[in-house]
């Protein structure tokens, strides 16, 4: 594995972990989700180390969120000047995070990679599905979606949102959109005003509604490549049961042809003491098809 430094098209420097694989075969491009980063991943390494042995590229790329508050440096497009910037998932815009998941699929692209598989673990599957459904289905030859959460319907089922929403709208209208709320994210993570306001119903964060289950499911139902998804037993994602939601999804996966949904037992939203399981059903899937 090796470290590889990236500028994103707005001006940030982002790290990447790369896995090195044979050109001709593809490449899979992760995005991390909230507050994760390499560190704090306990299955992206072995997925990496496992899918290069058999000749695939990894990459796992940072994305403006990594970690609660982070400092990036970042390059000014006009005077070339750097500064250091504030983010972190605290403070991110999800908008921006398309420059991120373009960032990592043009440097796939640009070690020789012609295939390329987007991956993502939670919160970063509505990254890549944002970035989809704005660049298109071109550059992607498969998807790996591991703990996909509708987060903007599983905060507005949170008793604390409709409070904080207007708290979040009340800051941001006095022109404080980055002061932190006063109540933690789901109780475990500090949040800016502005980043919270936007998991509201109906913002650009809506594009993957499994809690509100609308006749028509958005970008997603576009999607005619390869997919599969995965959901831990004991998952904070879910919305009715493990087995439910992988039927639900697979119902509104309406353009593929080739969906596997799997459960995986007796482990949580990270996966813990189940990452071997967890890699050995991708490398097997990626391998199949790949």
């Not at 072995?46 to 290069?52: K, W």
């Not at 189940?274 to 790949?290: A, C, G, Q, S």
């Given at each position: 594995?090796?470290?590889?430094?990236?500028?994103?098209?707005?001006?940030?420097?982002?790290?990447?972990?790369?896995?090195?694989?044979?050109?001709?075969?593809?490449?899979i491009?992760?995005?991390?989700?909230?507050?994760?980063?390499?560190?704090?991943?306990?299955?992206?390494?072995?997925?990496?180390?496992?899918?290069?042995?058999?000749?695939?590229?990894?990459?796992?790329?940072?994305?403006?969120?990594?970690?609660?508050?982070?400092?990036?440096?970042?390059?000014?497009?006009?005077?070339?000047?750097?500064?250091?910037?504030?983010?972190?998932?605290?403070?991110?815009?999800?908008?921006?995070?398309?420059?991120?998941?373009?960032l990592?699929?043009?440097t796939?692209?640009?070690?020789?990679?012609?295939?390329?598989?987007?991956?993502?673990?939670?919160?970063?599957?509505?990254?890549?599905l944002?970035?989809?459904?704005?660049?298109?289905?071109?550059?992607?030859?498969?998807?790996?979606?591991?703990?996909?959460?509708?987060?903007?319907?599983?905060?507005?089922?949170?008793?604390?949102?409709?409070?904080?929403?207007a708290?979040?709208?009340?800051?941001?209208?006095?022109?404080?959109?980055?002061?932190?709320?006063?109540?933690?994210?789901?109780?475990?993570?500090?949040?800016?005003?502005?980043?919270?306001?936007?998991?509201?119903?109906?913002?650009?964060?809506d594009?993957?509604?499994?809690?509100?289950?609308?006749?028509?499911?958005?970008?997603?139902?576009?999607?005619d490549?390869?997919?599969?998804?995965?959901?831990?037993?004991?998952?904070?994602?879910?919305?009715?049961?493990?087995?439910?939601?992988?039927?639900?999804?697979?119902?509104?996966?309406?353009?593929?042809?080739?969906f596997?949904?799997?459960?995986?037992?007796?482990?949580?939203?990270?996966?813990i003491?189940?990452e071997?399981?967890?890699?050995?059903?991708?490398?097997?899937w990626?391998?199949?098809?790949?």
């Amino acid at each position: 594995m090796e470290l590889i430094h990236r500028d994103t098209k707005d001006g940030l420097n982002l790290v990447g972990c790369y896995w090195g694989g044979k050109k001709e075969k593809a490449c899979i491009v992760f995005t991390h989700g909230m507050y994760d980063n390499i560190l704090e991943n306990n299955f992206v390494e072995l997925m990496g180390e496992e899918l290069s042995k058999k000749g695939y590229g990894f990459i796992f790329g940072h994305n403006r969120g990594y970690g609660v508050i982070n400092t990036i440096l970042v390059k000014d497009r006009e005077s070339g000047k750097f500064s250091n910037k504030i983010i972190g998932s605290t403070f991110e815009k999800f908008g921006e995070s398309i420059y991120d998941v373009d960032l990592w699929v043009e440097t796939a692209k640009s070690f020789g990679y012609s295939k390329i598989i987007l991956a993502s673990h939670s919160f970063g599957w509505l990254k890549n599905l944002y970035y989809m459904s704005k660049k298109g289905l071109d550059n992607v030859a498969g998807v790996i979606m591991i703990s996909p959460p509708d987060t903007v319907g599983l905060v507005g089922r949170w008793e604390k949102s409709k409070e904080m929403f207007a708290e979040a709208w009340e800051n941001i209208e006095k022109g404080n959109s980055k002061k932190i709320m006063e109540h933690k994210m789901l109780d475990i993570f500090p949040i800016s005003s502005r980043t919270f306001y936007s998991y509201r119903r109906d913002g650009i964060l809506d594009i993957f509604p499994l809690v509100e289950s609308p006749e028509e499911f958005g970008y997603f139902s576009k999607i005619d490549k390869p997919i599969i998804m995965f959901l831990a037993e004991r998952d904070n994602v879910i919305v009715e049961t493990p087995q439910k939601d992988v039927e639900k999804i697979k119902s509104y996966a309406k353009s593929t042809k080739d969906f596997t949904g799997i459960v995986i037992e007796k482990t949580t939203h990270k996966y813990i003491k189940k990452e071997k399981e967890l890699v050995n059903y991708i490398v097997d899937w990626v391998e199949k098809r790949f």
